[in-house]
């Protein structure tokens, strides 16, 4: 049974830093293409980073976070990462880590439960 649970989640004020984690079990953590997404109550879900875990590595940020969020992957840990700098209110959101399969996984997809972030004052 495949699980992703993300954590790290909680109120910040504006400014401020917090570190999301997502680990994942019940996969081949390099054949996926990790990635974090954000929805905002009666939005529509955004990706805002994501990383190759296998031996290329690259990553790619939506313009609302580029310079203040970094992905990472252990993937001894099979966990994925998101540090979050230079928070702002408007990254007031659920936090929702993705795993979709490529190569031989291809179609393969599955969402952990979401964590939330609230950055206020």
């Known amino acids: 049974q495949v699980q992703l649970v993300e954590s790290g989640g909680g109120l910040v004020q504006p400014g401020g830093s917090l570190r999301l984690s997502c680990v994942a079990s019940?996969?081949?953590?390099?054949?996926?293409?990790m990635s974090w997404y954000r929805q905002v109550s009666g939005n529509k879900r955004e990706m805002i980073a994501h990383?190759?875990?296998?031996?290329?590595?690259?990553?790619g940020y939506a313009d609302s976070v580029k310079g203040r969020f970094t992905i990472s992957a252990d993937n001894a840990k099979d966990t994925v990462s998101l540090q979050m700098n230079r928070l702002k209110p408007e990254d007031t959101a659920v936090y929702y880590c993705k795993a979709e399969g490529i190569g031989s996984f291809y179609g393969r997809n599955y969402w952990g439960k979401g964590t939330l972030v609230t950055v206020s004052s």
């Open positions: 990383i190759y875990t296998n031996t290329d590595g690259t990553t």
């Open positions: 019940g996969l081949a953590f390099s054949g996926y293409f």
